[in-house]
């Protein structure tokens, strides 16, 4: 069975939006956190997404790599770029991180057809 990563962030979006109405404090900090961390300073954006697309295959999250991956497509990223990213995630999380980076591939293609 093959996931389908645009499906998985639609589905964890929608879900989103019910934490934000529950817990709006909360989630106002993460979205706050979420935009301080990633605009541009001494690392560009682009740049930041990959450390987060890495985190996401070691840490084994879905979610993660969908919205990440979908973020670096938009972003501009090449596949070089991308599989340079996967490599390293491969490395610092063995081999649990090659079946995540394996699904992450997966997600680029699919964001770049969607």
Request: glycine content about 10%; hydrophobic content about 45%; some cysteine.
């Amino acid at each position: 069975m093959t996931k389908s990563y645009p499906d998985i962030t639609k589905r964890i979006s929608a879900n989103i939006k019910t934490l934000r109405k529950d817990i709006p404090e909360t989630m106002s900090g993460f979205s706050a956190m979420a935009q301080a961390a990633g605009k541009d300073g001494a690392l560009d954006r682009k740049t930041k997404e990959l450390i987060a697309l890495a985190i996401g295959i070691a840490t084994r999250c879905d979610g993660c790599i969908g919205f990440h991956m979908e973020a670096l497509v938009r972003l501009g990223a090449t596949r070089a770029e991308i599989e340079e990213c996967l490599g390293m995630a491969i490395y610092m999380g063995g081999g649990p991180s090659l079946m995540y980076a394996a699904d992450a591939i997966a997600a680029y293609e699919q964001y770049l057809v969607a």
